[in-house]
Every structure is written in C-alpha cells, then in structure tokens.
C-alpha cells in the first residue's frame, strides 16, 4: 500500500519504518529539512534501538522514502498518518496546531480518497476538528473529494518501540467509514501474528484509550511511590509489597516499580491534557488524576531529600557522583526525567555534580547548556573520585552489578543513593555502605 508519514519524530520514523519493512511503500514528510537531510544519508536523529538499521534496510530496499514537499507526500499516499507533535500548552492542554496545519495540507493538496490517519496523542474530539479542517480547505477548493478520518493511537515504549510496533499487543482503530476501516485492517493484516489483534471502535473511544492507558499506569506508578515512602517509615519493604501484591492476577506484577518518579514524553504530558480536556470540555475535576500528578512531583525530590538527609541541607563543597540522567534506560530522552529535578536541586544546595550515562549525556548538555556545575564522565568509575555520594537515577543494565570494593574506595563515604532499588540492602550494607534505596 501507498503510505504516507507526516511527521518523522519519535512515533512517525517507527511507524514508518515498520510499514515500510512489512512491504508497504512509504513516504515520510518533515517541514525540517536538516531532519530529512540526515535520514536520506542513513542516519537517524534519534536513539532507539533497531532503528537505524530498519530505516537503512528500508531505504536501500527503496521502499521509504524521505521529503520536506508537501504536495509529493500529500499526492503519494492512500493511507495519510499524522504523527506530528502536540507538544503541552502553557495551561497542560495539548497544542493543536500541527495536527491541524497537517490537515489542512491534504485537504488543500489531495485530489483522490484519503484515509486521515490521528497518531499523534490527541485530545477527544480531535478527529472532528481534523475532519472539519480537511473539509474546509475542500470546501474553499470548490471539490468534494472523499476522505475520512480515523483515529489510531500508538502504544509505543522507548527503547523498545520497533518491538513494539512490529509485534503489538493490540491495534486500536477508531472510526465508522467502512472502506477507512477495511484498509486499516489490510494495513495492519501483517501485524496481526496468530490471533486478532485490533479493536474497532467509534472514533472517540479511541482517543480516549490512549489517555487512559497512559494514566493507569501512571496511577500505579504514583501509588506504589507513595506506599514505598509509607513502607520505609514502618520499616516494611516495598520490594516484598510488590511481589506480594503483584500474585494477585487482578494487580499483576508490571509498573508496580517504585523510583524518583516517572518522566518521559507520555506520561507527565498525557496525564496532565487529561485532567485540563476534563476541566474545560466536561467540567469535570479528575480528582485521582491530580493526585497522581501531585505525588509523581513530590516523588521526583525523592533523592535530593535522601541525600540531604544524610549530608544535611548546605551542600556547599559537596560533590555527588550521578549514574544516569535519561528518564529510563535504553533511550537518550531527557524529557521530563527526574535527573534533571534532582540536578537542579544539588545545585542549587551549592554541590557539584558528575554524571555518566550511556546515551543521555549529549542530550543533557544540551538541554543543560550553561548550566555550571555540572560535568561529564567517560564511565561510572570515572564519576566517583573524591564524592561524597552516589546517586543513581536510571536503571540502566551496566550499572546492576558494579564493584563495590571500588565504589568504597574512590567514594569520600560510602553512601549510596539508589532511586531504582538495584541492589540487594543488605548485600550492600553488609559491604559497608550506608544505603538508601526508595521503600526498604
Ligand atoms: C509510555 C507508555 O508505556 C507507552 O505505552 C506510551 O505509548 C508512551 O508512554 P515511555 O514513556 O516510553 O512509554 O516509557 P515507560 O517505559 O512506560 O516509562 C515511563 C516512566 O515510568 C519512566 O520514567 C519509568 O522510569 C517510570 N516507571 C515505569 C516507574 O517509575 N515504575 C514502573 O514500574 C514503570
């Protein structure tokens, strides 16, 4: 099928790519011609395992494509997805105004049947206000081309995104225009593997699945942050809460993990549009919802408090060895990750800060830049000569069984700040650490 892109982000080169490697004919467009420049050369702007290989792969096999022309993307595909940002507004509510700028791309450009495909994470009601946009820009041309539009929400985790799309959980399409669901579903026909996969459903519902899907787990997420802070005052271990809550099939045992908050590009941002597209489009105050948001705030001190805690609140002279700064491992995303409260906190009590992270410190220089204070290592050893803790805020795979012996030597004093619970406590306090996990 012809399949065309708007938008290469995160969510728009995977789902193009993996269209592409199914057999699809696809063509992505970007308005930042820099961007286009880069994935033409094989490269891609973003970290995201198995990707760069996928749009490489794809590229040479010539069926992905790359484009800043409108009217050539609007005029190559059937199916036309928009995967363009909707970055939050000042007031937490999403920004429209790309989706609706790609909208009225096509209605003004498109001269035979389109599906409008929304992938980007949108408001409820959004799909109308495409519809509309596209039927306006017809109407202004004088045509009555038909077109319909569909909501298709991704579900896509960083780091593990190809995976993701390549072998889904489930494929939610809403709409009502048979032929729109007919080809999403030949679209979606490889993806499917050995039993169905995608759920039908009017065009709203599906809005909403995306916004729900991301506040559960956030919810869960702010709970156990909360009952971890609760079990360490009544000495209980929230490692063992976990495992004894997550037996329960009703519970389960994923996103029941405590830390210094969840961040990213999803959560922060989706659980706020929720509450405020309650507030002023149903008059509704999401009171759990705000709760949430409220705590996963609170929890991203978590570290700063802890370490505080033990080096009291002037950290004037102080030097803090840092292990991670993305918002989670295998991605250098530094949106909203809960490092960079706790970076700003240290600083601010008058410590200096070394960090090391696998991907992430590049993306931090620059989203750091000027900031003083702050340095970089070449490794986690190299972070710790003469500091007077180590704080690890990202549960990146090398960092699970470091040497202590080590640690203890280059370290002024054997404190441990570990917001991800990566070690065994009494393991580590038996090595003579002063340890202080989140919960136990
Ligand atoms: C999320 C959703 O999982 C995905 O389905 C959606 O499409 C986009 O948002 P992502 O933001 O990539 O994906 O990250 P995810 O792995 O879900 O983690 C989000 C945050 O929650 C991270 O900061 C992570 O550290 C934190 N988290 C996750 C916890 O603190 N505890 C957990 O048990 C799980």
Redesign the pocket.
């Known amino acids: 099928m012809k399949v065309t892109v708007v938008g290469t982000g995160y969510v728009g080169l995977v789902s193009g790519a993996c269209l592409a490697e199914v057999g699809n004919d696809v063509l992505c467009l970007d308005v930042n011609p820099e961007k286009i420049r880069i994935l033409e050369s094989g490269g891609i702007p973003i970290y995201e395992p198995g990707l760069e290989e996928m749009v490489a792969r794809n590229v040479a096999a010539g069926r992905l494509h790359f484009t800043t022309d409108v009217a050539r993307a609007v005029n190559h595909g059937t199916i036309q997805f928009i995967a363009v940002g909707t970055p939050p507004d000042e007031d937490g509510s999403a920004d429209m105004q790309y989706v609706l700028a790609a909208a009225r791309n096509i209605g003004r450009l498109m001269t035979d049947y389109k599906v409008v495909v929304d992938k980007s994470t949108v408001p409820v009601g959004t799909a109308d206000k495409v519809k509309a946009a596209i039927a306006d820009e017809l109407a202004q041309r004088g045509v009555d081309t038909p077109f319909a539009v569909v909501s298709n929400p991704?579900?896509?985790?960083?780091?593990a995104a190809v995976d993701d799309f390549m072998r889904p959980d489930r494929i939610v399409v809403g709409g009502s225009d048979e032929q729109a669901i007919f080809l999403m579903r030949a679209l979606y026909a490889p993806f499917q593997r050995n039993h169905e996969r995608l759920v039908v459903t009017d065009v709203r519902s599906a809005e909403l699945i995306k916004y729900a899907?991301?506040a559960m787990?956030a919810t869960r997420?702010s709970f156990m942050n909360e009952l971890a802070n609760l079990a360490e005052k009544l000495g209980a271990d929230i490692e063992m809460v976990r495992q004894g809550i997550g037996s329960d099939p009703r519970i389960g045992y994923h996103?029941?993990?405590p830390?210094a908050g969840?961040?990213?590009?999803?959560?922060p941002k989706d659980v706020k549009a929720l509450i405020q597209t309650a507030a002023t489009d149903a008059n509704l105050e999401l009171k759990v919802l705000k709760a949430v948001e409220a705590a996963n705030d609170a929890q991203k001190q978590v570290l700063a408090r802890k370490l505080k805690q033990r080096l009291g609140d002037d950290l004037k002279g102080r030097h803090i060895a840092l292990w991670g700064l993305a918002?989670?491992p295998n991605t250098d995303d530094m949106r909203e990750a809960p490092s960079l409260s706790f970076i700003h906190e240290v600083l601010a009590a008058g410590a200096t800060v070394t960090a090391y992270d696998p991907a992430a410190m590049e993306e931090t220089q620059r989203v750091l830049k000027g900031v003083q204070g702050l340095s970089y290592a070449k490794s986690p050893n190299e972070t710790l000569e003469g500091a007077d803790a180590l704080v690890i805020v990202t549960e990146w795979k090398e960092f699970r069984s470091p040497d202590f012996n080590l640690i203890k030597q280059r370290l002024k004093q054997p404190l441990i700040v570990d917001g991800r619970n990566l070690y065994d406590p009494a393991f580590v306090r038996r090595m003579g650490f002063d340890y202080l996990p989140i919960g136990r």
């Open positions: 991704e579900f896509l985790k960083e780091g899907a991301n787990l997420i996103f029941l993990y830390g969840y961040g990213g590009s999803c959560f918002f989670k």
